[in-house]
């Protein structure tokens, strides 16, 4: 691909169509300065385009148009842990998945020999509400299903082995862009490798791997995933002419 083939559609502001969203004005202006051609509304003349916006937006936008480098498969395959960690279990935090939260889950959070468990419906936690409410048994099964029907979320809950908050924050996000990682050190765990050779058999263009030296904690569409304080909005836009434009 050529600068010229390449465009970067951003969601746009609510009131105003032509308007990066502000979350990404600073990034769009990064990648225009690099030379990429940015918009919120595909060019005709554009024969590649790369999404950067909400995960809410993307299904209708990938499937009326074709030129997009990622399918809605590829979004799913890594927006969902319950399709992505099968590939890489044997990396990441100890997890099963279920489709309602009762005692028989108890039961096998027990004979795992666990007495705390991290919960989240597939995609999300609670910790957005407070830190600590995606916990069992800090937050009780009945009060989590409240908050998670609140939140209109499908899918299984997945249960994870608790990790120490302090042991998850050494955490770093790892970007893949077209088969290969970046990060703004050039440093990547063995573990982060590994799980990048098998994750690519998904399909996806770009995705993130977040991982500490010792484990996957998760992985996330490219589209979606932000770029984290410690990247800046150069250095990604970098990356995205080096592999795309």
């Known amino acids: 691909m050529s600068s010229k083939d390449l465009q970067v559609i951003y969601q746009s502001e609510p009131c105003n169509q032509k308007q990066v969203h502000w979350l990404y004005l600073e990034e769009s202006k990064a990648l225009q300065a690099a030379g990429i051609y940015v918009g919120t509304d595909a060019d005709i003349s554009s024969k590649h385009l790369l999404f950067r916006g909400?995960?809410?937006?993307?299904?209708?936008?990938?499937e009326k148009e074709i030129r997009f480098i990622n399918q809605y498969k590829h979004f799913e395959l890594c927006d969902s842990m319950f399709h992505y960690l099968p590939y890489i279990s044997d990396l990441s935090i100890e997890t099963?998945?279920?489709?309602?939260?009762?005692?028989?889950?108890?039961?096998?959070?027990?004979?795992?020999?666990?007495?705390?468990?991290?919960?989240?419906k597939d995609l999300k936690s609670l910790e957005h509400i407070e830190d600590g409410k995606s916990l069992w048994p800090n937050t009780s099964f009945n009060e989590m299903k409240i908050l998670y029907n609140e939140m209109k979320i499908d899918g299984k809950y997945a249960i994870r082995k608790f990790i120490d908050k302090g042991i998850i924050d050494q955490e770093e996000r790892y970007w893949i862009l077209n088969g290969n990682i970046y990060h703004r050190d050039n440093l990547i765990p063995d573990i982060v490798r590994e799980a990048a050779n098998r994750l690519n058999k998904l399909g996806s263009k770009y995705y993130t791997i977040d991982?500490?030296?010792?484990?996957?904690?998760?992985?996330?569409?490219?589209?979606c995933s932000d770029r984290h304080a410690v990247n800046s909005a150069e250095i990604f836009a970098s990356w995205i002419k080096k592999e795309f434009a």
């Open 54 to 62: 909400g995960r809410n937006l993307i299904k209708d936008l990938y």
């Open 211 to 223: 991982s500490t030296p010792e484990f996957v904690v998760e992985v996330n569409p490219g589209e």
């Open 96 to 120: 099963f998945f279920v489709a309602d939260l009762n005692e028989e889950v108890e039961l096998l959070i027990k004979n795992k020999g666990w007495d705390k468990a991290f919960i989240k």
